[in-house]
């Protein structure tokens, strides 16, 4: 499980990659996980949620074709009531995402930092 802290979230996602270890370099080369390793995990279940969430696009590049589902998940307002509606657009007025995450998600990975001791407790 990754969290994104500033939108309060918790959601299961899979490890890519071991990008920066600050004890030993050789870490990094074995892709050994241990705590406080920086790694690159898989966007995904993140840009779902914020795009269900806020009804508003994340890390899309423009004029890119999107598919039945996805138009369903960003139009869901189309056909909503008027409080549904107003509630969106509360939602969507403090939809601000830093432009460097916005790249990483435009990529679909995400750099993301472990907190827990994978060793101890069997997971990452």
């Known amino acids: 499980n990754f969290s994104w802290g500033s939108e309060a979230i918790a959601r ?19 892709k050994t996980l241990v705590k406080s390793a920086v790694v690159s995990i898989d966007a995904t279940p993140f840009r779902q949620w914020y795009e269900a969430h806020y009804a ?9 074709k999107l598919t039945e589902q996805e138009e369903g998940v960003l139009n869901k307002l189309d056909k909503a009531s008027k ?10 007025k403090i ?12 990529a679909s990975r995400v750099m993301a930092k472990l907190s827990s001791r994978p060793g101890k407790c069997g997971r990452a």
């Open 56 to 64: 508003k696009p994340l890390g899309r590049k423009k004029n890119v």
């Open 95 to 106: 939809a601000k995402v830093e432009q460097g995450l916005d790249e990483q998600f435009s």
């Open 83 to 92: 409080k549904l509606v107003k509630k969106y657009q509360e939602r969507q």
């Open 12 to 30: 299961k996602t899979r490890i890519i990659d071991v990008l920066y270890n600050a004890s030993n370099n050789e870490l990094v080369r074995t």
